[in-house]
Every structure is written in C-alpha cells, then in structure tokens.
C-alpha cells in the first residue's frame, strides 16, 4: 500500500460514510414528517348483526396519527321487501379512537323499535372524525347494500368517497 | 521588522475570527439540531474526546515523516524532536534513546501509540456490536435503535479520521524506509 493507493481507498470510504449519514439523517427526517400526515380511514368490512340490531364497520387507520370518531350519520333507502318506507338517523355521538395502523371495529346500534334491515336495503353511513394536528371534522360516506345474509362481507369494489368538509 | 509584526498581527486576527466562525456554527449546530442529529453531535463529540490522542499522535508521526521524506536526509533536528515527544510519555532513560537510530524511535512512538489504538477500536466495536443488535430489535425497544444508531455514524466519522492519520503515519514509514535515507549525524541549522 502506497500513499496513492491510500488516498484512493480513503475517499471510497468518505463516500460511503458520507452516504451512510446523509441517508441515516434524511431517512429520520423524513419518517418524522410522513408520521404527521393523518390517514384517511377506509371501511374494510361492514356486516349486520340481527340479534343486536347493529351495523357493524370495520376501519382501517392507514396513518400512523391517531383518529377519532366523534359522531356516525346513517342513511337507509328502503329496498323492495321492506315496508319501511324511509328512516334516517342523525349525529349519533361515538368517541372512539382509531388506532393508528390497525383495524378498528365499531358498531352502530340502530334506533330501537325500527324494523330490522331487510334484502335489498341500502345503506349509506357516513362517519365524522377528527386528528389532532386541527379542528377540522372530516368524513368518510361508505355505502352497502344488505343482501340478507347475517354477516357479509361486502364486494371488494367498496365505495368509499373522502370529503373533506370545513364545518 | 515591522512588516513582519503587522502580518502576524493579520495571521492572529484572522485566526481569532476563524475560531469565532467555528464556534458560532457549532453552537448553531446544536440549537437547531433534531434529535437524530443531536445523536449524531454527541457521539461525533464524544468519541473525537476519546481518540484525540491517536489523531494528533499518528498526524504527528505522519508530518514528522513527510518532512524528513521530502528533505531526503534525516537531521538531528527531527530526532531531538522525536526523543523529546518520546519523553514527554515516559520513557525516561535517556542513554538509551541516544543509542536509537531515527527507524527505531519512530517504532517507539507507534509502540507508544498501540494501547490507545486498541482500546479505541474496541470501545468502536463494541458501539458497533449494540448498534447492530439494536436494529435487528434484539434490545427491545425500536426507539433506542434511531439515537444508538445517530451515535454510532458520528463514532465512524472519527474513526474514519483516526484510521486514516494511522494509515498515512504507516505507509509514510513504509515509504522512508524504502528510501534507505541516511542519518546524518553533525547538526544542522
């Protein structure tokens, strides 16, 4: 080993050390400020339960905040069999936390009294949260319609809209 | 006479304005620093304390070396300097380093050099060893994987330097010896 050869080996290893810290500081830079982005949830799973007289959702927290659930708008368009002719409940208060990257069940019991969901029904809910980085209440409307099965899963071409609403 | 002041009192000025810069921009440095960074700062800190012998040790050897290499003869005034550095560390028997030739104190003074050269490769390794087991999460907690891993860059940042000044020092060695420069012995000037 000469000093030429020194100096060449020297600046490989300059290069990959360099590499290393800038890669190491910039990786951290960037996890901290995509862990601020909030993640918009998705309903992976809807069901309805009949013993308990309940829709059952299942969300998905893609991001790493947390999100809260404050209140569930439920929206039901009757279909051929049922005799309803058209309910709708409003702003059922809820607080429950999303947790972050992971799957939340939540469960919306239906007004008591009402008639149990029939096939055909439409469903349409609507779930109002927020995050801690504003005071925004944001929403997610997810639509299904029941096919008179006790649990079911629905079509993976689930609709799920995001609006984003300054309320 | 006078030139001669006023270009040292310029050389002082902007020395002082220098260490002023440097000083302005570490404290930047480390009020503006995120914590990742901050990782980094305290083990690049920490570890320069820790091997600041073996960078001004081998850089030392590696000058004396250069210098003696360029000139092409070794004079008395590099083996004085290299007895007295000797010295200063303790070996105190001076008859005997009257006897050395100029190769022999220079193995002395890397002699000298190798205890702190080992504790300090070993103190990196073992840095090293807990930075790997902290990020396969054989420590447990991923959190403490992130700073170990901050401390461990600024550690290899010093290491680097001290590896390379040991490098020069030796190959520089390697390279007076090949030269097969003669000692003179009456002093020059």
């Keep these: 080993m000469n000093r030429v050869f020194l100096f060449f080996v020297t600046s490989l290893l300059a290069l990959i050390l360099g590499w290393g810290i800038g890669g190491y500081i910039t990786y951290n830079k960037t996890l901290d400020a995509v862990g601020k982005i909030p993640g918009s949830p998705i309903i992976i799973k809807s069901a309805y339960d009949k013993s308990s007289h309940s829709v059952i959702f299942s969300i998905l927290n893609p991001g790493t905040l947390p999100l809260t659930v404050i209140s569930e708008s439920f929206v039901f368009k009757p279909g051929k069999e049922t005799s309803e002719k058209r309910y709708e409940m409003k702003n059922i208060p809820a607080q429950v936390p999303l947790i972050p990257l992971g799957i939340t069940t939540v469960s919306l019991k239906l007004k008591e009294g009402s008639q149990e969901l029939k096939a055909g029904d439409i469903v349409m809910a609507t779930i109002h949260y927020v995050h801690p980085l504003s005071d925004d209440v944001y929403t997610v409307s997810h639509k299904f319609e029941y096919t008179g099965k006790p649990q079911e899963t629905p079509p993976k071409e689930i609709k799920n809209e995001k609006q984003e609403d300054k309320q | 006479m006078n030139f001669e002041k006023v270009a040292w009192w310029i050389f002082w000025l902007t020395f002082g304005f220098l260490l002023f810069l440097i000083f302005f921009g570490i404290s930047l440095a480390f009020l503006t620093a995120t914590s990742v960074e901050f990782a980094y700062i305290l083990g690049l800190v920490s570890f320069l304390l820790l091997g600041n012998k073996l960078l001004f040790g081998y850089g030392w050897i590696a000058n004396v070396l250069d210098i003696v290499i360029s000139s092409k003869k070794v004079t008395d005034i590099y083996k004085d300097r290299v007895k007295r550095k000797l010295q200063e560390k303790g070996f105190t028997v001076e008859e005997k380093l009257?006897?050395?030739?100029?190769?022999?104190?220079?193995?002395?003074?890397?002699?000298?050099?190798?205890?702190?050269?080992?504790?300090?490769?070993?103190?990196?390794?073992?840095?090293?060893?807990?930075?790997?087991?902290?990020?396969?999460?054989?420590?447990?907690?991923?959190?403490?994987?992130?700073?170990?891993?901050?401390?461990?860059?600024?550690?290899?940042?010093?290491?680097?330097?001290?590896?390379?000044?040991?490098?020069?020092?030796?190959?520089?060695?390697?390279?007076?010896?090949?030269?097969?420069?003669?000692?003179?012995?009456?002093?020059?000037?």
Excluded at chain 2, 105 to 114: S, T
Excluded at chain 2, 124 to 146: C, P, Q, S, Y
Excluded at chain 2, 163 to 184: P, T
């Design chain 2, 98 to 189: 009257q006897e050395l030739s100029f190769k022999a104190l220079i193995m002395l003074a890397f002699k000298d050099l190798d205890y702190y050269r080992y504790s300090y490769y070993g103190i990196f390794l073992l840095l090293t060893l807990i930075t790997i087991m902290a990020k396969f999460n054989l420590l447990g907690e991923f959190v403490i994987g992130k700073y170990i891993e901050g401390v461990f860059w600024g550690a290899a940042t010093v290491t680097f330097f001290v590896w390379g000044l040991e490098q020069l020092s030796k190959v520089s060695f390697v390279e007076y010896n090949l030269l097969g420069i003669q000692e003179k012995t009456e002093k020059e000037g």
